[in-house]
DNA sequence: AGTTAGCACTCGATGAAGATGAGTGCTAAC
DNA sequence: GTTAGCACTCATCTTCATCGAGTGCTAACT
């Protein structure tokens, strides 16, 4: 059997449809809504046929069709057309990124819940990634006895601080003078080769520290790497108003995950390198999302993919719609950070 | 009428009961359930009064009934009595305090987890606040035209940065001298000193510079108090088990109003003062917060109370295991924070 | 007096029976 | 190949009766 373009032309019409109702589509809905020229029968044949093809499926005998995941991967591979942003939420979007130079962890924050807004859906936004950062100032701050703070700052004015051990009776100025080497010999190295190994030779200099300096890297790298891992949450009470979730046992199983920082971090990890992701049901490694879709894309700082943010809804998401927010949240926030921290690169 | 000792003991194990079963509970289980020696018609007449005073709730004439607000308040204030945690309960707590030495915000972060997974509650947890620490150490880090990066230590570890606009053309051995200046004259002042207006000999020293200065202190104070409300929520999916929410509107509304950091910031601030404070149903000021009970405590460094968190559940919520864990956590928390970051004050 | 047994009554919950209607598959005619 | 027509299916809704937990009241008991 063959998908000609009439089968398409049904196929899309009931995905419009099921998108927006979320009740199984009858061939007399189809027949009627749209301009096809079809009666009902035809249709219904035609239905027939795309149900064995493995693109609807049947609640039941006596219900319409929905579309199955095989559906929606034809649709946003070959059917929808993108869609335009409104004006409202345009000027919503770009009201939120106006404000004032924040912090980054503000911005990130910010973007979260201007992407769950505008998509009535769940969202999830990943800091940036730092390991292709290079160093910018690295300090280290006495604190008390035993214990000191290392502080560092990227060149595109990220930090990140993780506290440290120290020998007993270390001096301020002993660790004053440290930060000054450590300064002049790691300054503009990326991070991911301070991690892996550049250190030998600054050992040599640092005699009898030498082992606090293995330690501090140590730390450093461990700071990074937890950080890295912390995923920005928001909307996911969205989710609570479409009536796939109107039973709280659903509800609670896909929550519940998306209360577990790691499993999101597990969708966004990893995908910096393609625009866009789109997960549909059974896609996800998650079969706890198997009911879910998860659309993922890239912000960059400069021309640098840096970090990822996504959005979770039902696999009848409307991806139109959220592919366009995507694609223009993911610009407004590339632009907002290579204009706030980068502007050499830019 | 009277609240004699009878009266007291059948509500309490109207409120018991109900703790327990979340369903109305009628007179004959309270003349079984407990060694009362009263016959249900008795209850049934006692209940009536205890109705009348309006400590019952009746939700339909044939039911049973249910606490009110005013009895959980009695409850709480007069009846109950504390409970232990068990040695599952504790080792599970302590387990969870014993890793290596992290950041801060990591602790927080953990000690909502604990305290969710502990009550069966959703739990919240406010970061230490910063206006009573002091200064350890202050830093300008130049990043690209026109730009540099505040940071900031304090006396016990905790930093925050803050991205400043600087007067174009000033070249990092400024920013150094700068840093270094107010280094020399901001260590060791509290923070909240900073912010009012300690600055006005600074300002002399630093002729030119002094409206830049003035904007690095409004910065780092807005930054400051954006970061301060900052509330780690967790498991705020363990209320979708309840049977309060078995009902989807219930649940988003009460869900919705958690998703909001400003709503729980609210819910935790300016308590530092007393130890424990709850807030039962109508007496939250969040009207959509009726049917809940907040509990609050705080935590301490050394022997200064810098934070709090929160416990929200169902006003049918198990005050005894509910303090018990909080006033544990809390002594853990502190104590953990305490050895980590400020071993003088302790 | 206070307590209790007994009883009529209330009212939500449960469940069975029937009606409704959206939707299908199939057949036969166009 | 398309469509009208029709019998059939099955979830959903409505109605109605039943059930039972729980009450309030009264009268008898201690």
Redesign the pocket.
Known sequence: MELDA?KMRILQAIIDDYILTA???????IAKSTDI??????I??E??DL?EMGFLE????????IPSDKAYRLYVDSIMRRSQLSRDELSFISEHYSKKLGEVDDIVKQTAFVLSSVTRYASMVLSPRLHTARLRYIHLVGLGEGKALLLIVTDSGLTRDSLIRIPYGMEQSELERISLMLNAKLSDCRLDDIMASRMDDIAGELGEHARFLNSIIKSLGESLEQKAKRVELSGAMNLLSLPEYSDVDRAKDILSVMEKGDALYEMLKGREDVEFTIKIGHENELSSMKDCSVVTATYKIGSEPIGTFGVIGPTRMNYPKVLAVMGHIGRTLSETLTNMLDEERK
């Not at 020229?37 to 035809?42: P, W």
């Open positions: 009439r009740s199984p589509v009858g061939s007399r809905t020229g079809l009666s009902s029968a035809t219904r044949n239905m027939s149900e049947q609640p039941h005998t006596s219900a319409g069709r």
